[in-house]
């Protein structure tokens, strides 16, 4: 039941974009097709479940114990900084598939601020190791809902006659915002 | 010195970092639910913008070409944890309602944007001036789309109400929905202003 | 070598500095917060306190409003409730000494805005006042006809919630802060 709770709320209630604003720079930036989107969305699945899970462990087992918390920003940026490095290393020998697919993603994850978001929240959060990379890896989904969602509206709406000023970006917020009104309607089904 | 004020004020209008650029999205959208909020936030990442644009261009010949954004990344962390424990301290309500967004100024596009862009390239002194111009812009975008969202959706500005007590307000502007499509309507109403400026030259 | 030697130059140097602002911000931190509990309380008091006293059991964590001459003037204690329309509502809710709310306030919700929300509002907190344990039904009126609280319009969950989270406030100070020895 608890697990549940955290995976309808992660997704749907308090969607990462829609409800806590995480994440929006590759939202609007990287949502121009579809497949691309994916893509993203994938990268970002990968480095948000084991960024949070390192970082967890890392200020549970250092940042506590020594007494550091106000490191906590400085730390847990290393930490996704550095994996994406070491993703991106390893994706490159093991999967050059892969790698031509999510590579040109990755860098631009280090400033994802949905990462270095999920993984404060997983820790402020009283959750256990288990729970905060549940959440994490949820939160990850909720991102890919999101932004397939909106890729796939926005590869419609080129073809839509659009007025002039609000051509591109302008008219994606305005389809964001109807969508995120959408997901408001979520709110009340976790209590 | 025409130079420097170009520097300036590019960061206002033609390159302004969140209405041009569209970096550093995620505050702007969050926090701008009052003009305080949306204020505190400007003028929080302003410093560590100014910060960071400052150490870095003073260091840029100091640091490997191979490590060059993590060592970016740990110095606009240490201001931004700086800030926060500044805004703990004497501003605790200000860190009631920007909570999280404060250490994720870390993560704001636009300052390792700016770090990777221009600090590590130029001296300290227009580092400085383009922190200001951008950080101005920043907060600048940040207190119009505020503004906006708090007439609108609490009808107060700065929580001085306007129409009386109690009022009857578009509630939805202060609420996600009204983040985005008011950035939405801004961006395009300055396309429009600026297409009549070009039809007019 | 010397990406690594510079890169831990710089991770050492934020360290230090860092720890030097945490020292120097520890003090104004630690007021700064009992500033903002103090006002919280301040707030669900019809009277202006004098001095604050924390007193803590198992259950619960009081806090006692004295006034200049270290007469006790009224209780305050913190409860929450799960039963909120969208998460927990947590409430701060004042006692007089003769068990009966003053007022509360409350300190996090996620109730739906402009609906739900409205339950920090003063006309829906006034009918909270003067309210004590004896003869009184806490009830919503929609569940119970004797029950004193006029419910929300389109927030009745939310409205059902602060009254059962300021009813058991009441019941804390009322069975659970007579046990303290220490008053």
Known sequence: MEILLIVVSAVFVNNVVFARFLGICPYIGVSKKLDTAIGMGFAVTFVMTLGSAIAYLLYKGILVPYKIEFMQTVMFILVIASLVQVVEIVLKKVSKVLYASLGIFLPLITTNCAILGVAILANQGDYNFFESVLFSFFSAMGFILAIVLFAGIREKLETADVPTPFKNVPISFVVAAILSMAFMGFSGLVK | MKDALQVFTRGFVSENPVLKMLLGLCP?????????????????????????????????????????????????????????????????????????????????????????????????????????????????????????????????????????????????????????????????????????????? | MKPIVVLTLVGVISALLLSYVYDVTKEPIAEAKAKMKREAIQKIFPFTFDSLRTNKTEKAVFYEAYDAELNIKGIAVETSTDKGYSGNIEVLVGVSTACEVYNYKVLAHAETPGLGDKIDKDKFKAQFKGKGLEGVVWKVKKDDKDGFVDELTAATISSRAVTEAVYQGLKLVSEEYPKLSDK
């Open chain 2, 28 to 201: 702007v959208l969050a926090v701008t639910t009052t003009a305080e909020n949306g204020l505190g936030m400007g003028l929080a990442t302003t410093f560590v913008l100014l910060g960071s644009n400052t150490v870095i261009s003073a260091s840029a010949k100091l640091l490997p070409k191979t490590v060059r954004i993590p060592a970016y990344i740990v110095v606009i962390a240490t201001f931004v944890t700086i800030v926060d424990l500044l805004i703990k301290a004497f501003s605790p309500e200000l860190n009631q309602s920007l909570g999280l967004f404060i250490p994720l100024i870390v993560v704001n596009c636009m300052i390792l944007g700016r770090a990777e862009a221009y600090a590590s390239k130029n001296g300290i002194g227009y580092s400085i001036i383009d922190a200001f111009g951008m950080g101005f812009g920043f907060t600048f975008a940040l207190l119009l789309l505020s503004a906006m969202r708090e007439v609108l959706g609490a009808g107060t500005i700065f929580n001085i109400p306007l129409v009386g007590e109690d009022p009857k307000t578009i509630l939805v502007m202060a609420l996600p929905p009204g983040a985005f499509a008011g950035l939405g309507f801004i961006i395009a109403g300055l396309n429009a202003l600026e297409k009549k400026q070009k039809s007019n030259a």
